[in-house]
């Protein structure tokens, strides 16, 4: 395992062990990405993390994980599963459309409601955000606006 600068950040790389996270109880920010953790992933409890990017990995049963996440990180808010066979996309594959992505982003809120971020996100979303990045008024004065995540 190799722990960055900031202790509240860890980052494992091309690593299937996930053995001796348990010491790092208060880890508040963990990237996995890249590791070929597959559907037996088991985290220890970590009740301070709020930052999880399992990204390109070989995840595939998302209701399993989920569930997983649910016990074992209570104050999770972003995750990131970008380019796991359980996060319908077209970087995954070619035959997932907007419908799919609509239906796994509720999923994903209903079973982890404390979510406030998701990602990736759908061409869709992503054209909306960048129209709701900012706002001008009348006045010709911009004001930033943080768009809204999980609108329809």
């Not at 994980?65 to 074992?72: N, S």
């Not at 909306?128 to 008024?137: C, D, E, K, T, Y």
Request: with cysteine; glycine share 6%.
């Amino acid at each position: 395992m190799r722990c960055v600068s900031d202790p509240s950040v860890t980052s494992i790389s091309s690593s299937r062990s996930l053995e001796g996270l348990s010491a790092f109880g208060s880890l508040e920010e963990l990237i996995l990405d890249n590791n070929l953790l597959g559907n037996d992933l088991v985290l220890p409890g970590l009740p301070r993390l709020h930052t999880l990017t399992l990204n390109k990995n070989q995840i595939t049963d998302l209701e399993c994980l989920l569930d997983h996440l649910a016990e074992v990180t209570p104050a999770l808010e972003y995750l990131s599963l970008l380019g796991n066979v359980a996060c319908p996309n077209e970087l995954v594959s070619l035959e997932k459309d907007e419908e799919d992505y609509k239906r796994y982003r509720c999923f994903v809120l209903h079973k982890l409601p404390n979510l406030k971020f998701l990602c990736p996100e759908s061409n869709q979303t992503r054209t909306r955000g960048s129209f709701a990045q900012r706002v001008v008024h009348e006045s010709g004065e911009a004001q930033g606006k943080a768009p809204t995540f999980w609108s329809s």
